[in-house]
């Protein structure tokens, strides 16, 4: 293993993200010396949770491994809850069961499928303290849980997001993206090699690319006429009273995120989770519970017609041809 491969990619999983048992992982993979190999890891969403695989493969010409993409799904089924994870019981050569856990529903599903005997696909914190939710019987599936079939039959296409030295959308940019949020890049280049910024959202009302990926929306930071701070500014909102936390509040927006916010509603203060729409250069307002607010009601000046808003889209709005290098 050369180290200053693995100091690299090091690096290059902390640019973007990823959690430091994954990297351990990583490193204890390149140890071994194989020619490629796969890391799984989940976050959770604001429904379900949201699935990651890494691939990293080794040079054909040097000792050297390279991380040049990894693919994102969203599974919005019943997340696991804290220390849980998805466990695949088969019995072993010597009579005891065999139990490989899992954190990634996609992965723990792949694996489960795979088994030849009898086997059993569960969640829990351990084998003693599980709930089955599929088992097959002889290599074929003879039972799933009623709330966990859509899971199990009905799987999210991953997004294939590419990265180059550390450099594209972070874990947590890729997990907003394929939940539908908008984020935020000031480090893009066209297929020309010219630097530009934009808002980018997933498209998932036209058909997906020979690769099965949707495609981006883009709109272009300044030309698209969306200011975040200015909108933000159109709202009573009390982060932005403190300096620090309208920071905070800005970056967490542009990586996709729904914060939670302050803000008053029939004289009383409240909490909403408050998101970016680049597209009607506007913001979306939830209640902790999800259920949507009208934000007309917390702006600080009658709200205008966005009849504006829509036509400025329909004159500003690029197109993807424009193409997506990093």
Do not use: C
Request: charged content about 30%.
């Amino acid at each position: 293993m050369n180290l200053n491969n693995l100091e690299n990619l090091k690096e290059e999983m902390k640019a973007l993200g990823f959690k430091e048992k994954l990297i351990n992982q990583m490193e204890e993979q390149m140890k071994k010396d194989v020619p490629e190999f796969k890391l799984h890891d989940a976050l959770p969403a604001t429904k379900g949770q949201v699935d990651m695989t890494l691939y990293f493969k080794q040079s054909g010409q040097s000792e050297f491994y390279y991380l040049n993409k990894f693919e994102v799904a969203h599974n919005q089924g019943k997340p696991l809850e804290e220390g849980q994870k998805y466990m695949v019981i088969s019995p072993g050569a010597d009579g005891k069961n065999m139990v490989k856990k899992m954190e990634n529903v996609s992965e723990a599903i792949d694996f489960f499928k795979k088994q030849e005997g009898n086997s059993e696909l569960a969640l829990g914190k351990d084998a003693a303290h599980k709930t089955t939710v599929a088992s097959t019987e002889n290599g074929k599936v003879n039972y799933v849980a009623k709330d966990f079939q859509r899971t199990f039959y009905s799987q999210p296409i991953p997004q294939t997001f590419w990265v180059e030295k550390g450099k594209g959308f972070t874990a947590e940019q890729a997990a907003n993206l394929v939940q539908g949020r908008s984020v935020y890049r000031d480090d893009l280049l066209n297929l020309g090699g010219i630097p530009y910024k934009a808002w980018m959202k997933l498209d998932a009302d036209k058909p997906r690319d020979r690769h099965d990926n949707l495609t981006f929306n883009q709109y272009h930071d300044p030309s698209y006429g969306f200011d975040l701070g200015k909108v933000l500014d159109k709202f009573n909102i009390k982060e932005l009273e403190n300096p620090a936390k309208r920071v905070l509040l800005e970056v967490s927006i542009k990586n996709g995120n729904r914060p939670l916010i302050t803000t008053v509603k029939d004289g009383q203060e409240v909490k909403l989770f408050v998101e970016a729409v680049p597209r009607y250069s506007q913001l979306n307002m939830y209640q902790e519970n999800g259920k949507p607010e009208k934000r007309e009601q917390f702006q600080k000046e009658p709200a205008i017609s966005n009849s504006h808003a829509k036509g400025k889209e329909k004159e500003h709005e690029l197109s993807e041809s424009q193409g997506l290098k990093r």
